[in-house]
């Protein structure tokens, strides 16, 4: 599937490794990276709605959807630095060297690496439902961390989380689209299908990328946070408002890495970019008005 209106492109961003990317419209550059299980076409609704007066790219992620999947030889070719530079050298290719960014989900972290990464080309940041990785983690205890079962089970090392997942695909992949969706129909059958054709081919390189996020990645925060390293462009996050059910103030988790903050908390599911486009459409274009 296409979200109409774009232009389809495939960029080579590394060796050996090119992105699938949509891109429409003109004016100063947003990039705008999906989720799991999704691809790009999470952005479908946004992304027509500020075409209007931007230039508009939504990549599928290495390892996802119609984009290059090379093999992890040495547990770094999904960690969110190396999935960062892919989406710099994005930009870059398409003629763009400071764009604004938004992420949701595991292309939330891709952005938060991005902005901590390349602050000269990230111009604006904006975060969808999800903690930085550090925070992720500390916050994820007791009973609770049930919620967040796949990251503990793709964590695990080359070999069983492929064997069980690749077993059933379309129902492991398939229970997030359902469990995480406060309205069904914001993901038709035929977006939901694509969703799930895409994650049943990418099994091996999903799970190391959220493998990445059990190792690589907390590496990489760690050192920031020793060295002090924040966001220092203007950030805004939306959330659902998980930190009262686990008890903790996912605003000052925010803080402490974005001095200039604008966190809010929305009333929806996780895939909020779905099922509350309007919502999503103003707090970015507020964004990009700081």
């Not at 691809?39 to 209007?52: G, K, S």
């Not at 803080?255 to 919502?279: N, Q, Y």
Request: aromatic share 8%; with cysteine; glycine share 8%.
């Amino acid at each position: 599937m296409q979200i109409p209106g774009f232009d389809y492109r495939r960029v080579t961003v590394a060796d050996g490794v090119a992105l699938n990317a949509a891109v429409a419209g003109s004016g100063d550059p947003v990039v705008l990276l999906h989720g799991f299980p999704q691809t790009h076409l999470m952005w479908r609704h946004v992304a027509a709605d500020l075409a209007a007066d931007h230039t508009v790219i939504c990549p599928d992620l290495r390892g996802y959807g119609d984009s290059d999947k090379p093999a992890d030889t040495d547990g770094h070719a999904y960690s969110k630095r190396t999935m960062a530079a892919d989406v710099v050298g994005l930009a870059r290719a398409l003629g763009h060297d400071r764009f604004a960014l938004a992420g949701h989900d595991r292309g939330a972290l891709v952005a938060i690496r991005a902005g901590l990464d390349h602050p000269d080309a990230v111009g604006h940041l904006a975060v969808l439902d999800v903690l930085p990785t550090l925070d992720m983690w500390d916050v994820l205890h007791g009973v609770t961390a049930a919620v967040g079962f796949h990251l503990y089970l793709m964590a695990q090392p080359p070999g069983l989380p492929e064997q069980l997942i690749g077993a059933a695909p379309d129902a492991f992949f398939g229970h997030f689209l359902d469990a995480w969706t406060r309205d069904p129909a914001a993901i038709p059958a035929d977006v939901r299908a694509a969703y799930l054709e895409a994650s049943r081919n990418a099994v091996t390189s999903i799970v190391a990328d959220y493998r990445a996020t059990a190792g690589v990645d907390v590496a990489h925060d760690t050192a920031d946070r020793l060295a002090g390293n924040r966001l220092g462009m203007p950030v805004t996050v939306l959330q659902q408002d998980w930190g009262a059910a686990l008890g903790y103030d996912a605003a000052a988790l925010w803080r402490a890495w974005a001095p200039d903050l604008e966190h809010r908390t929305v009333s929806c599911g996780h895939f909020m970019a779905e099922e509350a486009p309007a919502d999503v459409v103003k707090a970015l274009r507020g964004l990009l008005a700081r």
